[in-house]
């Protein structure tokens, strides 16, 4: 597609339960990332994919949290029992990552807001 | 640690110029950016500056770097009401866009 495509733009879910939020990067693009945005506040990092491996998952809060990319095009974000507070915009974003010199800009999806109730 | 700060809100007149500021903590971040997120919309990359230069001028954008201060700025010449939105400062050592994010700067724009 012409952009980051993620779905459901919304996600209202009951404490507790399983959630899956799907991210469509920009194709080609090899590096994928996922941020949260909570009310008020900048995204902060997830985790980072280079293909279909996750090369930086040090941002992802807890092992409730895990993600997949199995064939280095879209990625699923997973939250297990999820909590009240979980309840924030995830972005995901990529790029056309290069080994060496600047980096390429990251596109931004328009993100998937979860609310936790 | 990395920590990334600006001021919550801003409020100029159409066609006044607006400057941004922001300061950063990470000594090793290679590369600073800009980024505008109106309602309801995504991130979009303003612009960026590279840890080794001083200024960068993007038509109405002017990005000053004071590395030695780690303080950066943003300022938008001519600001129209278009500009209104979201701006986030952010940071990255290089590598990949592990980018450290600002809380933003929320600009409002008075016609």
């Known amino acids: 597609g012409a952009g980051v495509s993620q779905t459901p733009s919304n996600k209202v879910t009951e404490k507790g339960k399983y959630v899956e939020l799907r991210c469509d990067p920009i194709?080609?693009?090899?590096?994928l990332y996922w941020y949260r945005q909570s009310l008020g506040q900048g995204p902060e990092f997830l985790i980072y994919f280079q293909g279909t491996g996750a090369a930086d998952d040090s941002g992802l809060p807890n092992d409730r949290f895990f993600a997949v990319r199995p064939e280095g095009s879209v990625s699923t974000l997973k939250i297990q029992r999820t909590e009240r507070g979980d309840s924030a915009v995830y972005l995901c974003?990529?790029?056309?990552?290069?080994?060496?010199?600047?980096?390429?800009?990251?596109?931004f999806g328009q993100g998937t807001r979860l609310t936790v109730v | 640690g990395e920590d990334v700060e600006q001021s919550l809100f801003l409020s100029v007149r159409e066609g006044d110029s607006s400057v941004i500021n922001c300061t950063y903590t990470d000594s090793s971040s290679t590369y600073l950016y800009w980024y505008k997120q109106e309602p309801g919309a995504g991130l979009q990359l303003l612009t960026y500056?590279?840890?080794?230069?001083d200024m960068k001028q993007d038509q109405r954008l002017t990005v000053l770097l004071n590395k030695k201060d780690k303080h950066l700025s943003l300022r938008i010449a001519d600001t129209q009401t278009g500009d209104s939105a979201i701006y986030f400062c952010?940071?990255?050592?290089?590598?990949?866009?592990?980018?450290?994010f600002g809380i933003g700067t929320k600009l409002q724009v008075i016609p």
């Open positions: 500056i590279f840890s080794n230069m």
């Open positions: 952010a940071e990255n050592a290089g590598g990949y866009q592990k980018v450290t």
């Open positions: 194709s080609g693009h090899t590096a």
């Open positions: 974003a990529s790029s056309s990552y290069r080994e060496q010199g600047p980096n390429t800009e990251a596109f």
